[in-house]
């Protein structure tokens, strides 16, 4: 049975109070599916199922933010201040943060001091931020303990945290001094002082980092969590790899969007409105309408070459959509470079010759095939034409798709930006005047 028609089960079972039937059709799915299967059933109906569950938390933080809003309006605010107490504290501040300000005056109240405090200080993060992405749920030990002090502090604080592989060694002013594994803790000496068995090279990131930043480190580190520290080298909170794989993922499918001319799109496509796709895709393909313009000026200037040779309609789309394809080859290359940190802005230059020899011999290669193509249906005066003009597209949509990403990033915009049919439509302008340029300087005006 797929999710729709398990949810479509499940509603019809719950609305009937017959609940012990529900947890049974559900206890079998894993936390994760069992969330996929709740936000597709009506709020109320959602909610009176996830009361049933023996671990209702869990499976409420799997929900998509808003999901989990429409359901955080069903309960009393006991009862959703209970479920929300025991979410990891990630999560907790960012249902929070999606909450309008009178749920937020209603729910603050009602939650003990610590969790409000914690609430407050996660919110108050910037997005984008390592600090907006971290959770306060984690292991730490005092610098003075020794290994057999430490397994009891990990026992105490274990239920508690979000991951116990990593434990973080912090001094009276919780200052981040070293990280001791629960590996080398199982296996060192019970006497041993934490100091002899902690790694004091740490890799951490500030509250303030970019979350790519954290990310990066992560994935360079191989990291489970990545501690984040405030100003003054104090730990503040920690990002988890899972989280770390969550904002990778929307990064990328981000850089898909704007790849394609789409801007960045929240939710789940088959969710989203008509009005928001109409919204997200009409500014670029507007303002490419214009671009294309460019293309009609210069068909327009060489009308009288072209009148004298009609056999340069024929070929005029392939050349200038042989150009178009290379430099979207160059920009996704170079998108993609500058997102991993394979190449930076100085790295230009050195890249743009090889881009150059790289895409002379792409262009050579193209300009066998299309001057045979030239030579049957023309003569070898077209078939000059063509080559010379398929060589000089291909390198010019090459080094337009290669550098418009290192433009971009330098005037501090989102390389991603330099999409498709963007490049595409650069690429097209600059074709057609080359090749109408190149078939003037050969070919007779009548």
Known sequence: MDNEALALSLSSVVENKQFAQAVSQIQALRPIDK???IALMPPKLAWQLLEQLPNPSVVFSYLETDIQVSIAQVPPREQMVQLITQMPSDERADLYKSLNQEQRDA??????QVEREDIRRLASYEEGTAGSLMTSDYATLNINMSVTEAMACLRREAPDAETIYNMYVIDEARKLLGVVTLKTLILADPNQPITDIMMKTIVSSGVNDKQATVVKKIARYDLIALPIIDEGGALV???????????????????????????????????VSITMLYKKRVFWLVFLVFGNLLSGLGISHFEDIIAANLVLVFFLPLLVDSGGNAGSQSATLMVRALATGDVVMRDWFSLLGREALVALLLGATMAVAIAIIGYVRGDATVSLVLAL???????????????????????????????????TSVCDASGVVMYLF?????LPLS
């Open 35 to 37: 969330a996929d299967v």
């Open 389 to 423: 003009s398929m060589v000089a597209v291909v390198m010019i949509g090459c080094l337009i798709g290669m550098s418009l990403p290192f433009v971009l990033s330098k005037f501090g915009l989102d390389p991603a930006s330099a999409s498709a049919p963007l490049i």
């Open 237 to 271: 909170g920690i990002v988890t790899h899972d989280d770390a794989m969550d904002v990778a993922s929307d990064e990328a499918t981000d850089d898909f969007h704007k790849s394609g001319g789409v801007t960045t799109m929240v939710g789940k496509l088959k969710d």
């Open 438 to 442: 190149i078939a003037s300087r050969f």
């Open 107 to 112: 729910l603050l109240p009602a939650l003990a």
